[in-house]
């Protein structure tokens, strides 16, 4: 079985010769074209903790970042054989060389931000059992008081996703889990801006008490690929 | 370069726990077993179902305030249907209390679709 960790350009340039693979194993390159896929041959799946296996291969992918642009492959990508991936490669080429243009320089920062008060505070005080289902409107203050929570929620979401979007070259926003989570989104940045994202986020957080804001990265681009490299891994890889 | 998972933190509220409640999930995920203990098993089929009805739920909710948003919606329509949620809402929590499961424990995670609620 093969694991893809990355594709990028310049074929002609090895993967660093210091990075190691899942369970230590070797890195290979495996060109086709312009692209350059790096991968590792593993006779069963790795036995390493999953934790300690997602920062390996992680790190793979930052080792190609310093040199080349890359698709990273999402953990668990994987092929049966190198014809395989050959045949993959070969049939995308173009399309992923085009991704990768749109890569190339930029990290991928990630930025959640829940409400303060947390879950339980930010879903509707259900008007008290007794009294209020007995009120004649008591139907109508619910749904009032859920549609104002939602909007408010909306809308504090909106304000703290629209600056960072302005600063990234692309956005990639997911609902948020529960009414709690005001924002879950990842912004593709330059490289140099990363510093000037991370103050945006900073001046953000002093200017919105009412979310607790968490900024992590810089990441390799998983978010900003996968429409690119899901189609043709989805099916032909083995079990993840 | 990450030689730290904390290298990663650019931003961060002083209070980190909310955050990390996906943290659990993520090890459920990655190495997920059945659950075959025969003291659990009635609390794990009462998780499924009830984890079912609270997708119903939700998305009977969201839809509801659509339509209320949309307008055209007369006073009295609205207050049933108000009431209605109000009581679905109710009821969820007494089951919940009743299982012993918590909001957490009311989702699923469908891999690549995300997490169902």
Known sequence: MIWVYAIGERPDLAPPASALGLDGAPLEGVREGGLLAVVSRHAAAPGMPAIDALWAHEHVVESLMTDRAVLPMRFGSQLPDEAALRRALASRHDDLLSVLDGVRGRVELAVRALSADGAAGADVPVPAATGAVNGHDSGREYVRTKLELRNRAEAAGAALHAPLAALAAAESRRPGRGPAELLRASYLVERPLVATFRSLVQRLQREHREAAMLCTGPWPPYSFVEVAVRDWMTGVGGDA | ?117
């Open chain 2, 1 to 117: 370069m990450t030689d730290h998972p904390g290298d990663k933190l650019l931003a961060a509220p002083d209070d980190l726990a909310p955050f990390a409640r996906d943290l659990p999930r993520l090890g459920e995920a990655l190495s997920r077993r059945l659950d075959a203990d025969p003291d659990s098993v009635e609390r794990g089929l009462a998780q499924l179902v009830l984890t079912i009805v609270e997708l119903l739920r939700q998305l009977m909710e969201r839809q509801a305030l659509r339509r209320v948003d949309a307008g055209g919606l007369d006073a009295e329509t609205v207050e049933r249907l108000g009431r209605t949620l109000m009581a679905l809402g109710e009821r969820m929590e007494e089951l919940k209390e009743v299982f012993g499961l918590d909001d957490e424990d009311l989702n699923l995670d469908l891999g690549p679709l995300g997490h169902l609620l």
